[in-house]
């Protein structure tokens, strides 16, 4: 079946360094992948997407990968701040079909 | 500001009582979504609709009852809930394709 599911559910990380959100999906169709944060009291806002057809792609202080032939995404995020905390959701849809997938989530703490 | 509009943003009600969720978008979109948000769990997707007809209706009991009256409101009738049914509602809204949907903060829903 479908899946998109993240390889670690907590992240903790120092103020000023890099971190890494991992993401493994398993539909092969799937030609287009999202990105988005959600902090408390709040809905997924929209960091950055990318389609099958890149490898990588940079927003500001944002860059995300996409390895298609393990089926893996990654959200890097520079020089981690407080705002950064959050709850950070991969998402994949397809050409042929009309949903979006979810993943289930990854909390990112930022430790000051 | 995010462009998708919810109220309420907390509602508690009784399990026999009527209620309505609405949501409101003014970013020229013609899909309009509703998900379902529990604890622990990654965001269910209950309805979609494109162009004001429904394109999905992902199993959800007769109890959620939505309707759309134009592109840019969506609203989500409940009545008879149960205590299971106590999560946040999500509202987003897309252009058609490869797009990134736009969410509102959701409505905190409380079933006693």
């Known amino acids: 079946g479908e899946s998109v599911g993240l390889h670690l559910p907590t992240l903790s990380v120092q103020e000023g360094d890099n971190s890494i959100i991992n993401c493994a999906y398993s539909?092969?169709?799937?030609?287009?992948f999202i990105w988005y944060k959600q902090e408390s009291g709040k809905g997924p806002q929209f960091i950055i997407d990318?389609?099958?057809?890149?490898d990588k792609r940079q927003g500001q202080r944002v860059t995300v990968l996409l390895n298609k032939t393990v089926k893996h995404l990654s959200l890097q995020i520079a020089a981690t701040q407080p705002g950064d905390s959050a709850v950070y959701f991969c998402a994949e849809k397809g050409t042929s079909y009309d949903k979006v997938i979810f993943g289930p989530g990854t909390s990112l703490s930022v430790i000051p | 500001e995010t462009g998708v509009t919810q109220t309420p943003r907390h509602l508690v009600m009784g399990m026999t009582n009527k209620k309505s969720l609405k949501c409101e978008q003014h970013?020229?979109?013609?899909?309009m979504y509703w998900y379902k948000q529990s604890a622990k769990k990654p965001l269910e997707l209950m309805f979609v609709y494109n162009f004001k007809e429904q394109t999905e209706n992902n199993s959800v009991p007769s109890r959620f009852s939505p309707e759309c009256p134009n592109s840019s409101h969506l609203f989500l009738h409940l009545h008879t809930l149960q205590p299971e049914d106590s999560a946040l509602y999500l509202c987003?809204?897309?252009?058609?394709?490869?797009?990134?949907?736009?969410f509102g903060d959701g409505t905190r829903l409380s079933i006693l």
């Open positions: 990318i389609r099958s057809n890149m």
């Open positions: 539909n092969s169709a799937s030609d287009y």
């Open positions: 987003a809204s897309s252009l058609p394709g490869l797009q990134p949907q736009h």
């Open positions: 970013l020229g979109h013609n899909a």
